[in-house]
Protein backbone atom coordinates (compact mmCIF):
# COMPACT_ATOMS: atom_id res chain seq x y z
CA UNK A 1 0.00 0.00 0.00
CA UNK A 2 1.06 3.41 -0.61
CA UNK A 3 1.86 5.19 2.79
CA UNK A 4 2.18 8.82 1.57
CA UNK A 5 -1.44 9.17 -0.08
CA UNK A 6 -3.66 6.58 2.10
CA UNK A 7 -5.76 8.94 3.95
CA UNK A 8 -7.02 8.03 7.98
CA UNK A 9 -9.91 10.30 8.37
CA UNK A 10 -10.14 10.11 12.22
CA UNK A 11 -6.82 11.35 12.09
CA UNK A 12 -7.37 14.03 9.88
CA UNK A 13 -10.74 15.13 11.69
CA UNK A 14 -9.10 15.33 14.90
CA UNK A 15 -6.11 17.58 13.93
CA UNK A 16 -7.85 19.56 10.80
CA UNK A 17 -11.53 20.12 12.09
CA UNK A 18 -14.82 18.63 11.36
CA UNK A 19 -14.95 19.75 7.58
CA UNK A 20 -13.43 16.19 7.30
CA UNK A 21 -16.75 14.35 7.75
CA UNK A 22 -18.53 16.19 5.02
CA UNK A 23 -15.76 15.27 3.17
CA UNK A 24 -15.89 12.10 3.57
CA UNK A 25 -19.00 11.78 3.05
CA UNK A 26 -19.01 13.31 -0.39
CA UNK A 27 -16.16 10.52 -1.07
CA UNK A 28 -18.33 8.00 -0.13
CA UNK A 29 -21.49 8.46 -1.70
CA UNK A 30 -19.83 9.21 -5.20
CA UNK A 31 -17.53 6.26 -4.96
CA UNK A 32 -18.91 4.37 -7.04
CA UNK A 33 -19.19 6.98 -9.94
CA UNK A 34 -15.15 7.49 -9.66
CA UNK A 35 -14.31 4.13 -10.33
CA UNK A 36 -16.17 3.70 -13.13
CA UNK A 37 -14.78 6.73 -14.48
CA UNK A 38 -11.72 5.48 -13.53
CA UNK A 39 -12.28 2.64 -15.16
CA UNK A 40 -13.65 4.55 -18.40
CA UNK A 41 -10.71 6.38 -18.55
CA UNK A 42 -8.43 3.12 -18.74
CA UNK A 43 -9.98 1.24 -21.25
CA UNK A 44 -10.39 4.64 -23.50
CA UNK A 45 -5.85 4.09 -22.46
CA UNK A 46 -5.68 0.42 -23.52
CA UNK A 47 -5.33 -0.05 -27.50
CA UNK A 48 -7.25 -2.74 -27.68
CA UNK A 49 -10.19 -1.17 -25.67
CA UNK A 50 -10.09 2.38 -27.42
CA UNK A 51 -13.01 3.55 -29.35
CA UNK A 52 -12.42 4.62 -33.06
CA UNK A 53 -12.53 8.17 -31.88
CA UNK A 54 -9.74 8.01 -29.28
CA UNK A 55 -7.24 5.67 -31.42
CA UNK A 56 -7.47 8.34 -34.19
CA UNK A 57 -6.98 11.38 -31.91
CA UNK A 58 -3.76 9.56 -30.42
CA UNK A 59 -2.83 8.88 -34.17
CA UNK A 60 -3.30 12.43 -35.03
CA UNK A 61 -1.55 13.85 -31.75
CA UNK A 62 1.81 11.95 -32.60
CA UNK A 63 1.57 12.62 -36.10
CA UNK A 64 0.91 9.35 -37.75
CA UNK A 65 -1.25 9.73 -41.63
CA UNK A 66 -5.08 8.20 -41.55
CA UNK A 67 -6.41 6.97 -44.15
CA UNK A 68 -9.79 8.04 -44.51
CA UNK A 69 -10.22 3.82 -45.54
CA UNK A 70 -8.52 2.38 -43.13
CA UNK A 71 -10.07 0.36 -40.35
CA UNK A 72 -10.56 0.39 -36.73
CA UNK A 73 -7.69 -1.92 -36.57
CA UNK A 74 -6.05 -0.90 -39.31
CA UNK A 75 -5.06 2.01 -36.69
CA UNK A 76 -4.77 0.25 -33.80
CA UNK A 77 -1.99 -1.66 -35.51
CA UNK A 78 -0.53 1.62 -36.79
CA UNK A 79 -0.75 3.30 -33.21
CA UNK A 80 0.91 -0.31 -31.63
CA UNK A 81 3.33 0.08 -34.48
CA UNK A 82 4.26 3.74 -33.39
CA UNK A 83 4.87 2.16 -29.71
CA UNK A 84 6.48 -0.41 -30.19
CA UNK A 85 9.38 2.03 -32.33
CA UNK A 86 9.79 4.51 -29.62
CA UNK A 87 9.31 1.92 -26.14
CA UNK A 88 12.83 1.42 -26.06
CA UNK A 89 14.36 4.96 -26.52
CA UNK A 90 15.41 4.88 -23.35
CA UNK A 91 17.72 2.19 -23.81
CA UNK A 92 21.36 2.38 -23.87
CA UNK A 93 22.07 -0.11 -26.72
CA UNK A 94 18.96 2.41 -29.12
CA UNK A 95 22.30 4.93 -29.22
CA UNK A 96 25.36 3.14 -28.67
CA UNK A 97 24.37 -0.24 -31.35
CA UNK A 98 24.05 2.23 -34.66
CA UNK A 99 27.40 4.65 -33.60
CA UNK A 100 29.42 1.02 -33.53
CA UNK A 101 28.25 0.63 -36.60
CA UNK A 102 29.48 4.09 -38.14
CA UNK A 103 32.63 4.09 -35.67
CA UNK A 104 33.86 0.34 -35.72
CA UNK A 105 34.56 0.46 -31.77
CA UNK A 106 31.64 0.40 -29.12
CA UNK A 107 31.22 3.50 -27.09
CA UNK A 108 30.15 4.65 -23.32
CA UNK A 109 27.36 6.04 -22.10
CA UNK A 110 27.69 8.56 -18.67
CA UNK A 111 24.53 9.53 -17.51
CA UNK A 112 24.01 12.45 -14.94
CA UNK A 113 23.68 9.93 -12.31
CA UNK A 114 26.86 8.27 -13.19
CA UNK A 115 29.34 11.44 -12.96
CA UNK A 116 27.08 12.69 -9.81
CA UNK A 117 25.41 15.63 -10.76
CA UNK A 118 22.01 13.88 -9.83
CA UNK A 119 20.77 11.52 -7.56
CA UNK A 120 16.97 10.13 -8.28
CA UNK A 121 14.93 9.71 -5.52
CA UNK A 122 17.09 11.60 -3.06
CA UNK A 123 16.82 14.75 -1.37
CA UNK A 124 20.19 15.64 0.55
CA UNK A 125 19.88 18.50 3.28
CA UNK A 126 22.75 18.86 5.68
CA UNK A 127 21.90 18.66 8.89
CA UNK A 128 22.39 22.46 9.63
CA UNK A 129 20.02 25.35 11.09
CA UNK A 130 20.34 26.78 7.30
CA UNK A 131 20.48 25.60 3.87
CA UNK A 132 21.47 26.17 0.51
CA UNK A 133 21.07 25.79 -3.08
CA UNK A 134 24.02 23.32 -2.89
CA UNK A 135 22.73 20.66 0.28
CA UNK A 136 19.95 19.56 -2.51
CA UNK A 137 21.42 16.94 -4.85
CA UNK A 138 18.52 18.08 -7.14
CA UNK A 139 19.28 21.40 -7.14
CA UNK A 140 22.22 20.72 -9.42
CA UNK A 141 22.69 23.24 -12.27
CA UNK A 142 23.20 20.54 -14.64
CA UNK A 143 19.95 19.10 -16.41
CA UNK A 144 18.76 16.00 -14.98
CA UNK A 145 18.16 14.24 -18.31
CA UNK A 146 21.67 14.73 -19.85
CA UNK A 147 23.74 11.85 -21.33
CA UNK A 148 26.92 12.28 -22.14
CA UNK A 149 28.64 9.59 -25.39
CA UNK A 150 32.14 8.53 -25.82
CA UNK A 151 31.69 8.35 -29.45
CA UNK A 152 35.68 6.74 -29.81
CA UNK A 153 36.26 8.88 -32.22
CA UNK A 154 37.01 12.82 -33.49
CA UNK A 155 36.43 12.62 -37.50
CA UNK A 156 34.13 15.26 -38.14
CA UNK A 157 32.84 12.89 -40.87
CA UNK A 158 31.71 10.34 -38.86
CA UNK A 159 30.90 12.68 -35.94
CA UNK A 160 28.46 14.14 -38.68
CA UNK A 161 26.85 11.39 -39.49
CA UNK A 162 26.33 10.07 -35.73
CA UNK A 163 24.39 13.47 -35.15
CA UNK A 164 21.99 12.82 -38.31
CA UNK A 165 21.44 9.40 -37.09
CA UNK A 166 20.47 10.97 -33.59
CA UNK A 167 18.75 13.44 -34.27
CA UNK A 168 16.86 12.33 -37.43
CA UNK A 169 16.51 8.69 -36.95
CA UNK A 170 16.92 8.14 -32.86
CA UNK A 171 14.56 10.86 -31.93
CA UNK A 172 16.55 11.68 -28.67
CA UNK A 173 14.66 10.89 -25.31
CA UNK A 174 17.17 12.98 -23.25
CA UNK A 175 17.06 17.07 -22.79
CA UNK A 176 20.60 17.42 -24.46
CA UNK A 177 23.01 14.39 -25.78
CA UNK A 178 27.29 15.64 -25.63
CA UNK A 179 28.94 13.61 -27.78
CA UNK A 180 32.52 13.75 -26.10
CA UNK A 181 35.83 11.50 -26.29
CA UNK A 182 37.53 9.60 -23.83
CA UNK A 183 38.70 12.51 -22.05
CA UNK A 184 35.48 14.37 -22.07
CA UNK A 185 35.62 17.09 -23.94
CA UNK A 186 32.83 17.73 -25.87
CA UNK A 187 32.99 17.51 -29.59
CA UNK A 188 29.00 18.00 -30.03
CA UNK A 189 26.09 19.17 -28.67
CA UNK A 190 22.41 17.30 -29.85
Known sequence: MNKFYNIKYPEFIEKYGSDWTAFKTNINSWIDDSISKIFKIRREENINTASNRAIEL???TRG???????????????????VRKYQDKGLQATYLDPIEEIVGIR????????IKTW??????????????????????SAPSFTIYIDVKTTNATLLDQIERLIRNELLPAYYEIYLIDSSFNVLRVI
Open 119 to 140: KWNTSKWQKQSSTSANDIMWSI
Open 64 to 82: IAIDPLDSLLDKKIKLRQF
Open 58 to 60: KLR
Open 107 to 114: GVIYSGRK
